[in-house]
């Protein structure tokens, strides 16, 4: 005979689970790490890219990002001090960081887009000269 209440604490072990991966999910954005105003400095060390984004632009996410090779990626929202201090005006924003000092800026479009195409390599080309300069 089955016994209920074993199959009910499975049941509920496993919702729990999935809460927690969701939760997990949600915390890294396509292998960004998600930053806030308090750890904004403490993740600027080395060469870092920072997606400055929005909810409301979701669809124009720069996926890409997880592609980038010799640089962290992080994302802060939109609404932060911190995006407030780099006076972040187009959604997305990405902001090329060396040690911490603004290196370049790319900006989306009218249509709140970055050039899935273009911009990659452009934010790549401008990593690779950081880490050539290293040398």
Not at 102 to 116: A, D, K, T
């Amino acid at each position: 005979m089955v016994d209920k209440n074993k199959i009910k604490k499975k049941v509920f072990l496993m919702y729990v689970g999935f809460i927690i991966l969701l939760i997990l999910v949600s915390i890294t954005c396509n292998g960004q790490a998600l930053i806030t105003d308090k750890t904004f400095n403490k993740s600027q060390s080395g060469i870092t890219v920072v997606e400055f984004w929005s909810d409301w632009n979701k669809e124009n996410e720069c996926f890409w990002l997880e592609e980038i090779s010799n640089a962290k990626t992080y994302r802060i929202d939109l609404e932060s001090e911190t995006a407030e201090n780099y006076e972040i005006k187009v959604l997305p924003t990405l902001i090329v960081f060396n040690n911490g000092e603004e290196v370049e800026r790319f900006e989306g479009n009218i249509s709140f887009q970055l050039c899935p195409r273009r911009t990659p390599k452009k934010v790549q080309k401008v990593i690779d000269g950081l880490m050539i300069n290293k040398f």
